[in-house]
T-cell receptor, first 110, second 114 residues
Framework: DAKTTQPNSMESNEEEPVHLPCNHS???????IHWYRQLPSQGPEYVIH???SNVNNRMASLAIAEDRKSSTLILHRATLRDAAVYYC???????????FGKGTSLLVTP | DSGVTQTPKHLITATGQRVTLRCSPR?????VYWYQQSLDQGLQFLIH???????AKGNILERFSAQQFPDLHSELNLSSLELGDSALYFC?????????????FGPGTRLTVL
């Protein structure tokens, strides 16, 4: 399975944009890029996913590099509630499970 | 609220014992996944069921087993418990059996083995 690399932690100020990077240099053509996050004391929750094109939803935007070897999750205005561990996960079109790595722990300060 | 329910919320038991964790998926979801989260191993996939049939196995120990019933709820059975089995166990559900469907996670069951 292709692996992802994320920074262990990042810090942001409240109401500032946050760019969370993910490297996946061994990604294959059929791998989808998913982002999930886990708030303290809660189960993980879906954030966004994409294949080749940039994606936007109400929570975030996903920017995918042209060669697909990296992607960036963008939170447009961080709030204190966005403090969580963010996981970048690759899934094959025929795969089912989410293989969580260590993720990036995001700290948001007022 | 994800719509996925898990019971019990907390479970404290002794080594060597057997426990059953229960998961009810979101209404209409056919897939149920079980994950284990521990401090040293992080979040790990255990097993996936789709409409009553086992679809995939991850790092699930032989002492652990699961099943999905006709009403689509699922149970994870953990036997001969060891101290290292202490962890948070999450259940997730999705509409179809493929990984590009969003998975909805329950609140988890915290298992403590003394």
């Amino acid at each position: 399975d292709a692996k992802t690399t994320q920074p262990n932690s990042m810090e942001s100020n409240e109401e500032e944009p946050v760019h969370l990077p993910c490297n996946h240099s061994t990604i294959s053509g059929t791998d989808y890029i998913h982002w999930y996050r886990q708030l303290p004391s809660q189960g993980p929750e879906y954030v966004i996913h994409g294949l080749t094109s940039n994606v936007n939803n109400r929570m975030a935007s996903l920017a995918i590099a042209e060669d697909r070897k990296s992607s960036t999750l963008i939170l447009h205005r961080a709030t204190l509630r966005d403090a969580a561990v963010y996981y970048c996960i690759l899934t094959r079109n025929s795969g089912y499970a989410l293989n969580f790595g260590k993720g990036t722990s995001l700290l948001v300060t007022p | 609220d994800s719509g996925v329910t898990q019971t019990p919320k907390h479970l404290i038991t002794a080594t060597g014992q057997r426990v059953t964790l229960r998961c009810s998926p979101r209404s209409g979801d056919l897939s149920v996944y079980w994950y284990q989260q521990s401090l040293d191993q992080g979040l790990q996939f255990l097993i996936h069921y789709y409409n009553g049939e086992e679809r995939a196995k991850g790092n699930i120990l032989e002492r652990f087993s699961a099943q999905q019933f006709p009403d689509l709820h699922s149970e994870l059975n953990l036997s001969s418990l060891e101290l290292g089995d202490s962890a948070l166990y999450f259940c997730a559900s999705s509409a179809q059996g493929t990984s590009y469907n969003e998975q909805f996670f329950g609140p988890g069951t915290r298992l403590t083995v003394l």
